[in-house]
């Protein structure tokens, strides 16, 4: 069975980091134009950071500077470093192609940022 599968999220004071990963099941999606999305409550889910598959990247202006998203081809991951965080940053993180494949969406991963 196709899936993406993120992990990496947590609890962390502003200021601060974590890296999220993204574990897909088939090469096809690292070979594609893979993003991470996130959705805060009671907003709609955004696009922040995206990767084709030659490795050119796209930020959102919210996480520019302070994002970086990567990909290894080989192990089927997509990461997202993310530092300098801020409360707004607070979402539950997912991966997904860019556009978003409907039947790809996984459980997601949470971030908090909070003091």
């Known amino acids: 069975q196709v899936q993406l599968v993120e992990s990496g999220g947590g609890l962390v004071q502003p200021g601060g980091s974590l890296r999220l990963s993204c574990a897909a099941s088939s090469r096809f999606f690292s070979i594609n134009t893979m993003g991470w999305y996130r959705q805060a409550p009671g907003k709609q889910r955004e696009l922040v950071a995206r990767i084709s598959g030659a490795g050119s990247t796209n930020y959102a202006d919210s996480v520019k500077g302070r994002f970086t998203i990567s990909r290894d081809i080989a192990k089927y991951t997509v990461s997202l470093q993310m530092n300098s965080l801020k409360p707004e940053d607070t979402a539950v993180y997912y991966c997904?192609?860019?556009?978003?494949?409907?039947?790809?969406w996984g459980q997601g991963t949470e971030v908090t940022v909070a003091s």
């Open positions: 997904n192609l860019v556009p978003p494949g409907q039947g790809y």
